[in-house]
């Protein structure tokens, strides 16, 4: 698979942007639930964590993309 995304053009670069934009809408998904009239903190929270858990997938696929391409 990670030959195939670095065959596709896909840089180790973009994995780990999409990793530091992940944490940074994780934290925009958090602030904007707390902001909604009927909010919940709990919803919150987990909205953030769900987004959050996205961004050590992406620095992963940096990790095994930049291994590539010094194949």
Same mark, same amino acid.
């Given at each position: $698979? +990670?030959? $195939?995304? @670095?065959?596709?053009? +896909?840089? !180790?670069? &973009?994995? &780990? ?5 992940? +944490? ?5 998904? /958090?602030?904007? !639930?707390? *902001? %909604? %009239?009927? @909010? !919940? %903190?709990?919803? !919150?929270?987990? /909205?953030?964590?769900? +987004?959050? @858990? /996205?961004?050590? *997938? ?14």
């Amino acid at each position: $698979m +990670i030959e $195939m995304l @670095h065959n596709a053009g +896909i840089k !180790s670069e &973009y994995a &780990y942007a999409g990793g530091f934009a992940s +944490i940074a809408l994780s934290l925009v998904a /958090w602030l904007a !639930s707390r *902001t %909604k %009239k009927d @909010h !919940s %903190k709990a919803q !919150s929270d987990r /909205w953030g964590i769900f +987004i959050g @858990h /996205w961004a050590p *997938t992406f620095f992963a696929l940096g990790v095994a993309l930049k291994l590539e391409e010094k194949n």
